[in-house]
């Protein structure tokens, strides 16, 4: 073969192998239309299996009309990327909905009826781009009955919980028959007048949540009977139910009806001032308990004792200029400590709690407490009334000696429960008469059931906003961003026991900060070193007043107003102490930052460092291989 063509022949393999990469460009751009690897732990970019189950129930079509503004979002590329996940995951819904879901993508440009549609669905115009122009990014859906449902605007800060936002208004217009849920609380979850502060109050978080997906019917204190057509009873923080209230909640559940129940032996969500608030009162917060109720089902509740723990204590901010302290009472239960096989709390990792307490069975019980939320191996009790006047949470962790225990922090009761009344209902106004006539009373009285559907939560902080969820302004709009899952584990425990699971699994796949406890396990030891030495230079500081008060008695009259080289000594000596001990502190802390420094080193070399390697590895592997066969 001639040089000639030889080259002819390499030009001509070129050109083959040009026109192969085309084509198989081509083919990957028609067959594989869509297809992604999914390589996050959660799969967060794979829709899920409750999600499938859930598009797959729908009876009646639903039509979903998705809003973006093309044209003025030309030079906004991170939200066109969004939109494009967004478009794809809606079709990836309609495709697996076999033809119940009918998807519109509509651009409305300016002044058109496609805009002026979407401003009667109520979307969210939000004004960005260069000239400022109203971009629209939001969906609307509609089903046979004339519901409407819609995301006002796809935040890209929630990408996360995308699939769960899509599902739940899937859910929403596909069951039209919402379950009815009875929030009986002695605390204001819901927007109103709140006297002490002379101001309007917003609606909890977890209450606009639960609306969002139940009907929630807020129920009188001191009420006499529960309605058949309820569902779910929501009952928080009862401190004083009478007994009328109480045999309710027992008749209730006796007659199958399902409780999610909040008891706090220190609930600082509802603090009162003690005494005279003008005398300069301090506040307290309240205690509940369903001592009657509780011990009829065979459950105790530690309603004097807080739950305190060294591994799971949460961090506040003591002040400007002073570093966080760890307070034992404020804890955020971790993965490790969640029940990862119960549907309520599969999924979550990070729960936030105050003041908690904890459920134990009595030794005669008849129910089964399956434990949900524990705390850590390294807690222990302290009494509720220590936390009332504790200028300093972080004196507790001086000598915390832990019982080596876990404590049930929240807990399903399952199986047969006894009334509290087994005389029948209680006496009204003292006559017979008026017992006859009181709710539940006679034939209709019930003393016992096979199967309870309960789930206990020894804390009510638990629901206040201020422990999992932070509002922001977002592009002119409210935004609630989420930093625990305690919304999750709420509205997931509403779901259950009311029946439906079908996004209970979504909704847990939503991430967020995960912890650090190798950092965590070194910041605990450096901070038990810190305390160690501020009680030396504190027994140091009181040694040495001692000191100087013993030397100011022994003073002569005569030298009262000289200082005597005693003072001199032991004032210098106090100064260098001071020193030193600041220089050991300093020394603490710099230890702590370079243990985190080289372990976030050696993460960083893992996680960047090690894949690259193995890839090279592998493919230096596979080159020898090839050589090896072809020589």
Known sequence: MTTLQQRKLGLSSLALL?????????????????LRIDLTENKLYTVSPGTIALLESIEEPINLYYFFSDGETADIPFLRGYATRVQETLEEFASAAGGQLNLQVIDPVPFSEDEDRAVQFGLEPVSLGALGDAIYFGLAGTNSVGGEDVIGFFQ??????????????????????KTVIGLLSDVNMTAGFDPQTQQMTEPWMITTQARQLFEVRVLTPGLTTIEEDIDLLWLVHPKAMDEQTTYAVDQFVLRGGRALIFVDPLAEIDSAPAGNPAMGGFPVPSSSNLDQLFQAWGVVFSAGEVVTDNVYALSINAGPGQRPIRHPGLIGIQSTSVDAEDVVTSGLSSINLGMVGHFTAQEDAEIELVPLLTSSTESATVAAQTFQFLPDPSSLLDNFSPTGETYILAARVQGPLRTAFPDGAPEV???????EAAPGSGPQHLNSIDSANLILVGDVDILSDRLWVQMQNFLGQRLATTFANNGDFVINALDNLSGSAALIGIRSRATFSRPFTTVDGLRRAADARFRQTEQRLQAELDETEQKLGELQTARDDETSLLMSSEQRVEIQRFLDE?????????????????????????????????VPVLLTFLALAMVALRRRRTG
Do not use: C, H, W
């Open 156 to 177: 890209p800060n929630k990408e996360n919980f995308l699939e769960y936002d899509l599902a739940k208004l899937i859910y929403n217009l596909s069951n039209t028959n």
């Open 18 to 34: 040009g026109l192969i990469f085309v084509a198989a460009v081509m083919a990957t751009n028609t067959l594989l239309v869509g």
């Open 578 to 610: 001071q020193v030193r001990i600041r220089r050991e502190l300093r020394a603490v802390q710099l230890d702590l930052n370079r243990s985190i420094d080289q372990l976030g080193t050696t993460l960083k070399v893992i996680n960047i460092g090690l």
């Open 429 to 435: 106004g003292g006559s017979d008469e008026a017992a």
